[in-house]
């Protein structure tokens, strides 16, 4: 697990700088920031259920958490699928993805109930299968994405391996993927600028949001930027001298 964790941080997160300065580029040192991550870079993708038989109100009680913790619906253009078997051996997974990466593959894993035999577990224990899958597939550099099948059961060929019940209830399983994508790989960091203007952070590569607090109007000035492979260049704010 050390080890997975330890791929995690090299392979999913980056440093970045932001650089607060006024609107003659002299830097704001001892202001307070906060930065928040707004979307990943990594696809934590979802088969998107027919919904065509449901009443409106259903439908939404089914795409407002498959929002919550999905960030794509689409397969990732130029990537390996890999179809995970049937309650699969997460270390003949991972003896699959090194083989594959071998060859520079950027590979889609495909994962469902099935994959960790979610029907036929005790819930929380289905829950505990599947944060050691999708951490699995996370920490493995040539992963690019991670898709999932059979969001609800009740809906066709999913027979109980969903992650909400028929009536729409979370299971646990729903909410241990939940947690994983937006509280555990999410990152969020805050503190003052330093003596040259500057804050610096590690995050979860993907899209942020920041924020500086200025004067004593508590005006805030935000940007977006995005924690990427190289982020090298720091994201300038600039605020309103009169203010800084």
Known sequence: ???????????????????????????????????????????????????DNLSDTDRRRCLDPLAEVFNQQIPIEGAYRIEVPDRIHLGSLHAELDELAKNGQRLEVHVSGRTIGLADLDEREGARRLADLYTLCFAHPAVRGIIWHGFRDGDADVQGGGLLRQDFSPKPAFRMLQKLVGTVWHSRASGQTDACGQFHFRGFWGSYRAAVMTGSRA??????????????????????????
């Open 219 to 244: 005006h805030v000035a935000t940007i977006s930027l995005h924690v990427g492979h190289s982020s090298a260049e720091p994201f300038v704010i600039t605020i309103d001298s009169m203010e800084a």
């Open 1 to 51: 697990m050390t080890r997975t964790l330890s791929q995690i941080e090299k392979y999913r997160q980056g440093d970045a700088v932001i650089q607060v300065q006024d609107e003659a580029s002299r830097s704001c040192p001892g202001l307070p920031i906060w930065v928040e991550q707004e979307s990943h870079d990594f696809c934590f993708g979802c088969a998107v259920p027919n919904l």
